[in-house]
């Protein structure tokens, strides 16, 4: 069977490619061209969809017999260039979303899309690790100390109440990819975990081991309280002043999400007037922070400049997780990447996925 891989110049690599197809895709005919589309091509796509920039002519060229496309960051798969592939079954995007796809066009022709949703979920959640416990064991605050002063002072404002992780209750509010990794890793801690998450029933927490709770009980008993929604209109600002107000005062509060969930001056207020204990944020109202931010001045907040999920690991692992996820839209077992799930019960895409699976021998 033959897999084209479309790998991009500086996003996932022609050698993620190949690695992901040795793991998951069996005997695989395996071929790679590399997209030379860039950032302003990526920027049109998502603005103008799939269509918005043509491939250059001739590219697929000698491909038409694909029957899987693994695309990257920049890939995009408009109709036009499904029509070139008679054969086409399934189209793998790396991305989160499915931005660069003619979903209509795929849902004509009966082709299964798979993401990369999740891709940098493994990055953001052990960042979101590092900072609760940087926050919470000065571990910044100490490396500039040793950096910019000659004592060994190890007196910090949060001296008196830091607690050990495993007698802390850690408050997620939202329980998604990234919120569930990091209950997982939580978990080893020894945490007392709290969720809120509206779209979650709360038997469904339970038996993941979490305690389900409304959004007031977790701000309130919360010794960290972690962000993992995401921004959409109905999360916008919806962690206030009033929700802030109801936090220990020795309770950290952790962004890796996004600053639009947040009322960030109502935040600022509450670490400048030690209402509570301290926060550790990754994401900011206005990216890159301003020189002059107040925020800089503050001693009790861990900050850093956006980078949770920009880890070069996460473009390999997307690669990974798109590869693996065609095995399993093939072998029916659902998966959060798998867009079209209703296609894996197809008669005509399951007759294709029988016989692919075992010229593939996976
Ligand atoms: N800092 C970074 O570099 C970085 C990188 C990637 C993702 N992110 C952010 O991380 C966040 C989580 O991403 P994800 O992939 O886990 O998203 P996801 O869609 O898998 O999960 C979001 C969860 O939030 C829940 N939710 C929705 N509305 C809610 C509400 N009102 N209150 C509480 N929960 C609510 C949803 O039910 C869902 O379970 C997103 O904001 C994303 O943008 C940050």
Redesign the pocket.
Known sequence: MKVLCIADQTGIKAEDFKNAARLYLGSAKVAIEINELTETDLHIIESDGPGGVPMPKGFFNDHEDAEVILGGILCPFSKEIMDMFPKLRVIATCRGGIENVDMEAAKKRGIMVVNGY?R??EA?SDFTMALMLDELRNVARSHLRMKTRPDWDNTYINIAYMPHMCESTVGL???????KLVAKKLTGFGCNIMV?????PDEQIADMGYIAVDKDTLFREADILSV????VD??RG?IGKKEIDMMKPTAVFVN???AGIVDYDALYEALKEKRIGGAGI??WPEEPMAVDSPWRELDNVTMCS?M???VRAARPYAAKLVAQSVVNSMKETDAPQIITKELMYDPVFKAWAIEGLAKLGV
């Open positions: 999740g940098n979920a953001v509010f939202g329980l998604g990819y990234i919120g809120y998450d509206p779209f979650i993992h929604a995401r921004l109905a999360t919806i890796t999400a996004r990754d994401v956006h949770a999920g920009g």
